[in-house]
């Protein structure tokens, strides 16, 4: 469970904190702390959306002081997944001093990277009764290090297969922004991060506080979706229902797997009838016509940006065989896959 805490009063009321001189720029006591963890190839979106939400709470206008909120970068020198490095802020001072402590995970293909010394930290901060945060695939961490042993993690649906797989007894949700648990939270990643900012911040500073973090940061509900252009299969969808919306990913990162409709609406809390008939509504198509579509515009791309065989380009699509790429691609585009290649 987050800490309760009272709102705090705001500047020029009866109790607002004192300033009190601390090193460099930090010169005001903070009313909420949060310790930051990166691993190897985190996700900058995550940190970006942690330390702006705290950021705008935590001075007046757009002020960037740390004068109501600090946040420090534990440990060393980490790479993000694009490339760009950061610099920590601080060494690893004891948790107590934080409120928070957010764990941002990597690439699942780094997942074995974390630092012995953040997992040591975590550990000391569970004994120290601050609350954990794992954000992306830092519940993956959390559960190899026990810290979700008898709790519920919330699991991107990209991640949501190798998640079951890895630990089977912890229970998962993907139909959500963020999950609670005692003093464990779990984060899917992306903008996910924003609504538990926002619910942090309100404990904290009250209502006040948290509509200044979401007039800043606010984003439209809608996701447009794109497909490839020059494809023949371009489309914008306007989608509204954030189901759908984890749908679509799961279905655009699994395409080639086809991943049994009856599982995915299960993940989302749906009935598979309630299920297709809102996928039906949000995107104008069956989630196997859907699903048809992505396959098509993998094997579209690959027929003109590689020199691989139809079958091979057929198999790595999730197509059964060449024959059903090369049927497909009649009858939804009026093409064979050799005049495809041959229009690049």
């Known amino acids: 469970m987050m800490p309760r805490t009272h709102p705090r009063p ?8 004192q300033p009190r001189p601390e090193p460099g720029n930090r010169r005001y006591r903070a009313t909420l702390s949060a310790a930051i963890l990166l691993c190897p190839t985190f996700p900058l979106m995550s940190l970006a959306g942690i330390v702006e939400s705290l950021r705008h709470a935590g001075d007046y206008g757009d002020q960037s002081r740390q004068r109501f909120v600090r946040w420090d970068i534990l440990g060393g020198r ?22 928070y402590v957010f764990l941002i995970g990597g690439l699942m ?31 993956f961490v959390l559960a190899g290090q026990g810290l979700l042993d008898g709790r519920t993690a919330c699991v991107h649906p990209y991640h ?6 890895a630990f089977p007894r912890v229970k998962i949700v993907s139909d959500r922004d963020f999950e609670e648990a005692d003093d464990i939270v779990t984060v899917p990643g992306g903008i996910s991060i924003l609504p538990l900012m926002t619910r942090i ?7 006040q506080g948290s509509a200044k973090t979401v007039h ?43 991943p049994p409709i009856g599982e995915l609406a299960r993940a989302l809390g749906l009935s ?54 090369a049927d497909h691609c009649r009858r939804r585009l009026d093409q064979s896959p050799t005049a495809i290649r041959r229009s690049a």
Not at 160 to 165: G, H, L, T, V
Not at 219 to 244: N, Y
Request: net charge positive; glycine share 10%.
């Open 272 to 325: 598979e009838r309630h299920f297709l008939r809102l996928f039906k509504e949000q995107v104008g198509m069956a989630p196997k016509d859907y699903l048809v579509d992505l396959k098509l515009r993998a094997a579209v791309w690959m027929l003109r940006n590689t020199a691989r065989s139809v079958t091979s380009i057929a198999y790595a699509a999730g197509f059964s065989s060449g024959a059903s790429l």
């Open 201 to 207: 911040i309100g404990r904290h500073f009250g209502p």
């Open 216 to 258: 800043q940061l606010a984003m439209p509900v809608t996701r447009l979706v794109g497909a490839l252009d020059g494809s023949g299969l371009t489309q914008k969808l306007e989608i509204s229902d954030p189901r759908i919306q984890r749908a679509l990913v799961v279905l655009e990162s699994q395409s080639a797997r086809n």
């Open 160 to 165: 949501r297969a190798e998640f079951e797989a």
């Open 78 to 99: 980490t790479t993000s997944s694009c490339g760009i490095a950061v610099e920590a802020t601080a060494d690893y001072p004891h948790p107590a001093t934080f409120d």
């Open 109 to 139: 293909k780094d997942i074995g990277k974390v630092p012995d010394r953040h997992n040591a930290y975590l550990h000391a901060a569970r004994r120290a009764g601050r609350t954990i945060v794992g954000v992306c695939t830092g519940s």
């Open 10 to 17: 705001g500047p020029g009321q009866p109790g607002e904190p």
